[in-house]
């Protein structure tokens, strides 16, 4: 008997859990290409790709070669069917339909543990609130005052490079990780706040370790098997120590914001202004900062930190190694930078080949080109498509960006497509590094400052060429990233 019940709950479980999923993938697939793994469909996938073409994104990237048409692919994740929306009429329509839409929870769940319920990860009106409440410390005309700081930071970090005879060995992912970093610090608080340190490391430091360790646990077995709850019981002694850490941390940064706020307001008060720039500044000049608790200040700080440092190292890191990968463009680059007069922002703003070359890399590689996964909280119509409440619905920016319908030649890195004018008259939808609709990146302003001031700093002051042995393999954690660091030789201009 209890043989025969142990046979029925099993057969219950894998009707539930595999049959009815693919059952449902075969009714999508009518719209579709599509591939189907039980349980770990997509990582499945994109393991297999790191294994034959050292890239985890190579499916990914290459699903529209045979059939540029294509609207949607259909996979799996876990129990759920997905839909990658990969055509930009359906992308659009997508945005248009927000309101069928969350972000869905699975692989962000273990995150939240530390950025609660910050602009990325929050619904709702929460969402809507904090939006409306940072939104102008974000606007173009204010970002570009930050020219100056990210100027400064970039300085001191590559100063900081030669002098600690970095050149020879060059990361570049984390040595421009440490100016974004910065400088998100800054842009919140008007000033590196990194002097005195939290159980022996910076806040950069400590902020980097909690992400680390938060991305590893989240693409580990025991986070598949059981969520972030293991996690967060702390089973392990190590699971324990981290969970203390986070917690001081957080407490130690919140003492931090008290102080911060308390010191401008007292400098407004006697002198009238906040001398520096920087969000905490605007919101307390324009009293917005009686609009919102301290915990979710804090919350959206630890947010833009984490949303803008990884991201924007990334472009630049790999910018710097595929322009390395190709001397014509990489001669281009330099002449334009080297004949260039005008240094502020504005005049690198106007940069055409500087300026196609970060497009460039934001189609081929950009670090936001694979969405957060959003779950479909209603049944509805996308373009026809039926849709069941359950599904996963993500547009993948990182396979229209391959589509050589759009992009000629499409898998190879070509900055000068963004110079002929047939390309900049793309659909609006063929290419969103940044998303589109109204949970586009608010930080894209910033990203874009700070892309230009660094390479055109980088490119004054180094030449460089990758070591000729490296090999560049890609895998996916939150981003798409080298698995090994990527190792530039770097050597002084004359200035
Ligand atoms: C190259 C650099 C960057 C890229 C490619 C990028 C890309 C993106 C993308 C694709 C999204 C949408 C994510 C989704 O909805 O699933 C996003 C959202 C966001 N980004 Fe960025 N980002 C970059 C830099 C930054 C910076 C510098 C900041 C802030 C300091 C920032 C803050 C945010 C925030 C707060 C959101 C959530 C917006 C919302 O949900 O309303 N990002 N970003």
């Known amino acids: 008997m209890i043989f025969q019940l142990i046979l029925f709950a099993s057969a219950i479980f894998l009707y539930i859990k595999i049959a009815k999923p693919y059952l449902l993938y075969l009714k999508y697939k009518k719209y579709g ?4 793994f039980p349980i770990i469909g997509e990582i ?4 297999k790709d790191l294994k034959q073409h050292y890239n985890a994104d190579y499916s990914i990237q290459h699903s529209l070669d045979k059939d540029p048409n294509q609207k949607i692919f259909v996979t799996n994740l876990g129990y759920s069917v997905k839909l990658r929306l990969i055509e930009p009429e359906i992308i659009k329509e997508f945005f ?3 309101e069928y839409y969350e972000k869905d929870q699975t692989f962000i769940q273990n995150m939240k543990r530390f950025l609660h319920s910050g602009i990325v990860f929050s619904e709702g009106q929460l969402w809507k609130d904090s939006r409306k409440l940072f939104s102008p410390a974000f606007h173009f005309d204010y970002i570009q005052k930050l020219a100056p700081l990210v100027n400064d930071i970039t300085d001191k970090i590559f100063d900081q490079a030669i002098k600690n005879k970095q050149l020879q060995n060059f990361d570049p992912i984390a040595q421009i990780q440490e100016i974004t970093g910065r400088v998100i610090i800054a842009s919140f608080f008007g000033e590196v706040i990194d002097e005195d340190k939290f159980q022996g ?7 980097s370790h909690i992400i680390n360790k938060l991305g590893n646990q989240t693409y580990s077995f025991l986070y598949f098997l059981f969520g972030s709850a293991y996690f967060q019981l ?3 002694q190590e699971e324990r120590k981290f969970n203390r850490f986070m917690t001081d941390f957080n407490e130690y940064l919140l003492q931090k914001i008290h102080k911060q706020i308390e010191s401008m307001q007292l400098e407004l008060s006697t002198k009238g202004q906040i001398q520096n720039p920087c969000i905490l500044a605007q919101l307390i000049s324009t ?8 915990d979710q200040l804090f919350q959206n700080f630890k947010t833009f930190y984490i949303a803008g440092m990884d991201t924007t190292g990334h472009l630049l890191g790999m910018t710097t190694y595929y322009v390395s990968q190709n001397k014509e463009i990489y001669a281009k680059l330099q002449s334009e930078i080297d004949n260039n007069k005008d240094q502020s922002a504005h005049g690198l703003s106007k940069l055409p080949y500087l300026n196609a070359v970060i497009k460039e890399t934001l189609r081929f590689y950009g670090p936001g080109n694979i969405l957060f996964d959003r779950i479909a909280i209603k049944d509805h119509e996308l373009a026809g498509i039926p849709i069941k409440k359950g599904t996963l619905v993500t547009p993948y920016a990182m396979t229209m960006q391959r589509n050589a319908k759009y992009f000629t030649d499409p898998h190879s890195y070509n900055p ?3 110079l002929e004018k047939q390309q900049n008259d793309l659909h609006t939808y063929a290419y969103i590094p940044f998303s589109a609709g109204q949970r586009n990146c608010i930080g894209q302003h910033l990203a874009l400052l700070e892309s230009r001031i660094i390479l055109n700093k980088f490119f004054q002051m180094f030449d460089f060429t990758c070591s000729q042995d490296y090999k560049l393999i890609m895998s996916y954690t939150f981003l798409s990233e080298p698995v090994n660091p990527l190792p530039l030789k770097l050597t002084l201009r004359k200035q």
């Open 201 to 207: 490391l910076t806040i950069i430091q400590s902020l």
């Open 234 to 236: 702390g089973i392990t």
């Open 44 to 47: 499945y996938e994109q393991d």
């Open 287 to 294: 009293n917005q900062i009686n609009q919102i608790s301290i």
């Open 96 to 98: 248009l339909k927000s």
């Open 416 to 418: 000068s497509r963004w």
């Open 33 to 36: 290409n599509g591939s189907f």
